[in-house]
Structure formats: C-alpha cells, structure tokens
T-cell receptor, first 114, second 113 residues
C-alpha cells in the first residue's frame, strides 16, 4: 500500500535555486494539500487542490507554485529558494464529500536552503 | 476563520502516568475533530476522530470527546508508555472553513521510565 509518496526525503539548496517537491497518491483522493512544519508553529497550509485542474492558496503561499494536472500528482515548486523556506514539507491527500474525512500524509521532505 | 489552540509542550510524564492534552477550537459550521500523531522522523497519522457533538473517538488507549458547549476536544490516556512519545496535533475540518484541515501547533509528549 503506497498511500502518499513524497520525494526527495532530504534536499539542500543554495539561495536562488529552484526545485520541485514531488507528491503522488494512489487512493484516488480529490483533495491534496501541502504543508510546511516549523518549530513552534505547527503545520501551515501552503496550497491545496480539490481536484485536477483546480488549486488554491493556503495561509503561506508566497514563494511557492503548484499545479494539479492529474488526480494522482500534486508537485510543489520553489522558483527561487530563500533561507526562510528551510522547513519540513508534508503532502497530504483525502476524500471530499465526507465530513469525517481522514487525511493521509507523506513521510515529509526536509529542505535546507543555505 | 477556523482555529485550533493546543496546550504548549513539551509534556514530560513517567510511564503509567495519566495524560491530558488540551485542545479548544473556533470554527464555522459543524466541524469534524481529529487528533493526529507524529512519531520521530515520520509523517502525521490519524489517531482518532469525532464527527459530531458528544461523540467519543478512541484508539490505542487514547480517548477524546467532542464537547460543543466548551468547544473542546481534549486528548486523554489512562496509562502512557514510552512508545507514546511523539508530537500530537489537534485538528478540525469544516466545510464552512473552505474545505481545509486546520491544525493546532502540536504538543510534544515525552514519556520516561
């Protein structure tokens, strides 16, 4: 059971570099989202999608882009990395249409920007 | 908007002690409430949930009751083990909140022998 798969698990970037964090799910979930986790701040929503072709901003979208061309994939792009983007990133997916929907999380990507 | 407030950690307990982690919320509509757990180096996983007032969620000896009158969803366990050491997140999902899962800041639990 793959669930939600994130790659890479670790990444070091130099300031100004770009990269894409990959996220894929095999549960046919409509809803996918990206969070960043920082000490003392819990999880903050970056972007989310309620279905293929539909994305929206969360609490902290600046510096990040997303797209949702398929139900399965929801990549997160950093166009010009900054030290403030050093964090642990989690992708999650869930079903809509149910009030008791459970979110399934990937293992996380630990990103360091130097 | 929606928000979740958790007690700050870390919480340090001896094995077999009683655990309470407080969680209160503000939400539009009728939210579903969740507790997620994050073990070291891993992603979050669902621990328990409750979808309406007075529901009690339970799993692995943990319990939480959805209290609408006090807007609370406190996590309890009668006897903690070292293996329960983790970070615990309270969360809510509300359609009135834009179909978003809103998390608290997390509470780190350390259980010692």
């Amino acid at each position: 059971n793959a669930g939600v798969t994130q790659t890479p698990k670790f990444q070091v970037l130099k300031t100004g570099q770009s990269m894409t964090l990959q996220c894929a799910q095999d549960m046919n979930h409509e809803y996918m989202s990206w969070y960043r986790q920082d000490p003392g701040m819990g999880l903050r929503l970056i972007h989310y999608s309620v279905g293929a072709g539909i994305t929206d901003q969360g609490e902290v979208p600046n510096g990040y882009n997303v797209s949702r061309s398929t139900t399965e994939d929801f990549p997160l792009r950093l166009l010009s990395a900054a030290p403030s983007q050093t964090s642990v990133y989690f992708c999650a997916s869930s079903n809509l249409g149910q009030t008791n929907t459970e979110a399934f999380f990937g293992q996380g990507t630990r990103l360091t920007v130097v | 908007g929606n928000s979740v407030t958790q007690m700050e950690g870390p919480v340090t307990l001896s094995e077999e002690a009683f655990l309470t982690i407080n969680c209160t919320y503000t939400a539009t509509g009728y939210p579903s409430l969740f507790w997620y757990v994050q073990y070291p180096g891993e992603g979050l996983q669902l621990l328990l949930k409750a979808t309406k007032a007075d529901d009690k969620g339970s799993n692995k000896g943990f319990e939480a009751t959805y209290r609408k009158e006090t807007t609370s969803f406190h996590l309890e366990k009668g006897s903690v083990q070292v293996s329960d050491s983790a970070v615990y997140f309270c969360a809510l999902f509300s359609r009135g909140g834009g179909n978003k899962l809103t998390f608290g800041t997390g509470t780190q639990l350390k259980v010692e022998l």
